[in-house]
Structure formats: structure tokens, C-alpha cells
């Protein structure tokens, strides 16, 4: 199981990557629950947990990307007033 420390130092592109697999990985564990045929029913509560790690880390960053783009903005639109 990937830790949240290894997950923090994945790239936005290897996130999503991760993200998809697991999705997939998740979507065969509930057949295989379906069917009767799942070997650790504790699986499907690790990829849901996994797929919650990723989601929160990616809503972060995108936080802060979006919380540094307002903060750049505010600071050009002094600096224009300023000049202006």
C-alpha cells in the first residue's frame, strides 16, 4: 500500500496515473465480491482509502495552486494602480 508520504512526492501526472489504476483495481475487487470470489475482503477497503488519499491530495494542490493565482493577481492589480 502506497504511504501518504510517497503519494506527496508523486507528480500531478503520476497522481492521476495512480489514480486510474486504482479505480480499475477497485472496480475488479467488487466483481470478484460479487461473484464470491474475493480472497481479502479487507482489499476493497484499502483501494477505497487509497482512491480518498489521492482525491484529497489532488483537491490540495489544486487549492493552492488556485489560492497562489489569486494572490498573483492581486499583487499585479496594486502594482498597476500603483503605477497607474
Given amino acids: 500500500m502506497t504511504k501518504a508520504s510517497e ?18 483495481n477497485l472496480f475488479h475487487l467488487r466483481l470478484q465480491a460479487q461473484t464470491e470470489r474475493l480472497d481479502a475482503p ?3 477497503r ?15 494542490r489544486r ?3 488556485d489560492k497562489a493565482a ?3 493577481c492581486a499583487v499585479a492589480e496594486t502594482g498597476a494602480e500603483k503605477q497607474g
Fill in 7 to 24: 503519494l506527496r512526492d508523486m507528480s500531478d501526472e503520476q497522481l492521476a496515473l495512480t489514480l486510474k489504476e486504482t479505480a480499475g
Fill in 63 to 65: 487549492r493552492a495552486a
Fill in 46 to 60: 484499502k483501494q477505497r482509502r487509497l482512491i480518498a488519499r489521492i482525491k484529497t491530495l489532488q483537491n490540495h
Fill in 70 to 72: 489569486a494572490v498573483g
Fill in 42 to 44: 479487507s482489499e476493497l
